[in-house]
């Protein structure tokens, strides 16, 4: 199936200290985080953005994965970091967000920290409680993507949400916000004032339900959704490297004291 253009995925390989990996949202694509990834480079770290699968393609392809699919995707990436890096880090946004905790309720200890940009763990709409019945009536409706406050700004995603996949994702929810207690990594949670498509209660539900003692909360006030791409992108890059480097730097010294006692 060819891939949209500007859909590929991304990887640097830097320094051998620092690896993230970026999963991007629920009918997405790598596109949105790029420009993360790139400010993320330069600055020296190992990056790798996957490109989920059904994504960057149709949404008639998207429509025959599921969140296991999704989810195969990015535990492959962070596998793979963690045999090369010190200190691992997901970042997600919106559903990556979702997948960047079931990897640090997965991995535990070995996922050095998480950043997440609007995450999702449900949904007050009622037409989600109906999707196992709608989406074996129709294939996809409207879709949600684009929503973003910087003029000019354009996120590559699909123009209809497939129903099959929308259902799985909610399969994810439920999973993931079960076992948000299973989370106790440092978090850096970012949340937009205004978003047309995750409730402002999800972040919420994260920061109350998870045992992470180490949270920073950031309010993203000029940006919608799609923060990654708006007006506070610089915030979110800059919070995000900051964090990564106080956290592997704890982590180092932590490793040295324990090495220097035995």
């Known amino acids: 199936m060819p891939v949209l253009s500007g859909a590929e995925p991304f990887m640097h390989s830097g320094s051998s200290e620092i690896g993230v990996v970026l999963c991007h949202g629920f009918t997405g694509t790598p596109a949105s985080m790029r420009p993360w990834g790139e400010f993320l480079a330069d600055a020296g770290l190992t990056v790798r953005g996957p490109r989920l699968p059904g994504h960057g393609t149709t949404w008639q392809e998207m429509n025959r994965t599921t969140w296991r699919d999704w989810y195969t995707c990015v535990r492959d990436e962070a596998t793979s970091l963690f045999a090369s ?12 967000g979702t997948l960047t905790l079931r990897l640090a309720q997965e991995f535990g200890d070995a996922v050095a ?10 949904t007050r709409r009622k037409e989600a409680r109906l999707l196992p019945v709608l989406s074996r009536l129709w294939p996809s409706i409207s879709g949600v993507g684009g929503d973003i406050a910087k003029p000019g ?20 929810w439920r999973l993931v916000r079960a076992d948000l207690p299973l989370v106790r990594q440092p978090m850096l949670l970012l949340r937009s004032r205004v978003d047309h498509v995750v409730e402002p209660e999800n972040a919420r539900i994260v920061a109350a339900e998870v045992a992470s003692t180490d949270i920073t909360e950031v309010e993203l006030p ?3 959704h799609v923060a990654t791409l ?23 010294d932590r490793l040295r004291t324990e090495l220097g006692a035995t």
């Open 113 to 122: 920290g998480i950043t997440l940009v609007n995450p999702s763990v449900m």
């Open 153 to 172: 700004a354009a996120e590559l995603s699909y123009t209809r949400v497939p129903l099959r996949a929308a259902a799985s994702l909610a399969e994810l």
């Open 230 to 252: 708006d007006h506070d992108a610089p915030e979110i890059f800059e919070r995000s490297l900051a964090f990564v480097k106080r956290i592997h730097e704890a982590r180092t």
């Open 85 to 96: 890096c010190s200190s691992v880090f997901v970042f997600g946004q919106s559903m990556g």
């Open 222 to 224: 000029r940006s919608y």
